[in-house]
């Protein structure tokens, strides 16, 4: 079974930029949609932004224009760059890759934690 392992995160000021790695823990298929998730104390886990294989990108209303999503095929890794970093963002973000088979499957990274102080 093929892990998603996350890097990065930690914790900035309000302002600053963080950046989260992902990549599968061995060579894989490429993943048709991959992207990140992020979830806050006592709330919902909630879409932050996409990427397709083919390029496509959607990101959340809330992150636009602050945050920006990469992908390298070549080595299925996907990575966010964080900017203008707000305490709202604050969560533990979660690496997601979906691959279509037969069905959709779904991966997930462990989460990592991301805090930013005021």
């Known amino acids: 079974q093929v892990r998603l392992v996350e890097s990065g995160g930690g914790l900035a000021q309000a302002g600053g930029s963080l950046r989260l790695s992902c990549a599968p823990s061995?060579?894989?298929?490429?993943?048709?949609?991959m992207g990140w998730y992020r979830q806050a104390p006592g709330k919902q886990r909630e879409l932050v932004a996409v990427?397709?294989?083919?390029?496509?990108?959607n990101y959340a209303d809330s992150v636009k224009d602050r945050f920006t999503i990469s992908r390298e095929n070549a080595k299925n890794a996907v990575d966010l760059q964080m900017n203008s970093l707000k305490p709202e963002d604050t969560a533990v973000y979660y690496c997601?890759?979906?691959?279509?088979?037969?069905?959709?499957?779904?991966?997930w990274g462990q989460g990592t934690q991301v805090t930013v102080s005021s």
């Open positions: 997601n890759a979906r691959l279509l088979s037969y069905n959709w499957l779904d991966f």
């Open positions: 061995r060579t894989f298929t490429t993943f048709n949609e």
């Open positions: 990427i397709m294989s083919d390029g496509r990108i």
